[in-house]
């Protein structure tokens, strides 16, 4: 479910990511911490991943204010080898401790010819695809893994146990410019179940129903109504299933964190902390072959896949990562929806931080649509 399936209001992304911003320091993040987590969310909403977006900032600052996550973080790096690093992110927000993996995991590869960060201590951290793009921005292959609490029902099984584990792998097609349309990277970034757990709470908040097929109830039921689903059901069945423990060996068993059960909930107890662990890895392509001999291969490639004849006439065969793109181009010209609901929850979290309210772009005395700003100012 994107957000523009409930009713919704449109509103700039650069007005969104500095109101973002104002109501992170607000909340105690160091400056430029509350603009690196603001643009990660927005950025999030730009690909049309609004499930990773802003609505997820209610969530976030509950847990602020209940001290389960530090908002002023001592993230800690500590490298065990010359291609290996483990992260300690202090409970900080997960897009802080993954951001500081991502950008060791490069430094390592730069040295090493390859880099892997685990991580641990951490909380939520939004959409993986926001990292994997760094790394291939830095001209690099980025493989990031999280975990996350039990909400998959593994394959034959009645009750959840996995968390949605999502995968991102992401490539470069240039050695710069992953989010140009026409060099964009190729960049997978799914969850292991059939979708993410924040899509059916985005339709808990809009009061809108889901789709049948993506989740059970208590009885293991079907259901459309997002209040009732206790578990999600595994993308490709025994497959996705198998894959979400995997990433549970790669998230939890490598950097000493819960696993599937264990891991406290999102959305429990706001004064429990979650303990999350992660692992990023980053690939030197030039110590393999001449990059730009692998960035003319990698557009062959996903050129001839597009290529392909469409199944329906007028249709197109994407690449993982172009649907997101396409999205990010539209909603960089038009704006973002954002749901009524969720724009009452900002509006109420903004009135208690003591700062304005979220401006719609209806409301805006010029339109602001211009994209050269900076992402982080």
């Known amino acids: 479910m994107q957000q523009n399936d409930a009713c919704f209001q449109v509103v700039d992304h650069n007005v969104l990511r500095r109101f973002c911003a104002r109501l992170f320091s607000a909340a105690g993040l160091a400056e430029a911490d509350a603009r690196l987590v603001s643009d990660s969310l927005v950025a999030s909403n730009l690909r049309g991943i609004d499930s990773h977006g802003v609505a997820r900032i209610p969530h976030y600052l509950r847990r602020l204010a209940h001290g389960s996550i530090n908002s002023r973080p001592q993230i800690g790096t500590e490298r065990r080898s010359p291609s290996t690093a483990v992260v300690d992110g202090d409970h900080g927000l997960g897009q802080l401790v993954m951001q500081c993996a991502t950008e060791s995991a490069v430094e390592l590869a730069r040295e090493a010819g390859s880099g892997w960060v685990s991580v641990r201590n951490s909380s939520h951290c939004g959409a993986l695809a926001y990292y994997g793009l760094q790394i291939a921005d830095a001209g690099m292959i980025g493989l990031v893994f999280t975990h996350v609490d039990p909400m998959v029902i593994p394959y034959d099984a009645q009750n959840p146990f996995c968390g949605t ?213």
């Open 165 to 377: 584990n999502p995968i991102c792998i992401a490539a470069p097609r240039t050695a710069r410019g992953a989010g140009d349309l026409e060099t964009g990277a190729f960049c997978l970034d799914m969850a292991t179940s059939k979708v993410p757990w924040n899509i059916i709470v985005n339709a808990c908040i809009e009061q809108v129903p889901v789709e049948s097929g993506w989740g059970a109830d208590k009885d293991g039921n079907d259901t459309t109504d997002p209040r009732s689903v206790v578990g999600l059901y595994p993308v490709g069945g025994y497959k996705g299933s198998g894959l979400g423990l995997a990433i549970d060996v790669l998230c939890s068993l490598l950097s000493d964190s819960p696993y599937g059960p264990d891991i406290p909930a999102m959305y429990g107890d706001f004064q429990e902390r979650r303990l999350l662990g992660g692992l990023v890895g980053a690939i030197d392509i030039g110590r393999f072959l001449p990059p730009e001999h692998f960035f003319r291969r990698l557009d062959d490639l996903l050129n001839r896949w597009s290529a392909q004849p469409a199944k329906e006439a007028g249709g197109r065969v994407f690449y993982p990562g172009e649907p997101e793109l396409v999205r990010q181009q539209q909603r960089l010209r038009d704006g973002i929806p954002i749901g009524e609901q969720t724009l009452r929850e900002l509006d109420e979290a903004a009135a208690a931080h003591e700062i304005d309210r979220l401006p719609r772009r209806s409301e805006e005395p010029t339109p602001q649509t211009s994209t050269a700003e900076s992402p982080l100012e």
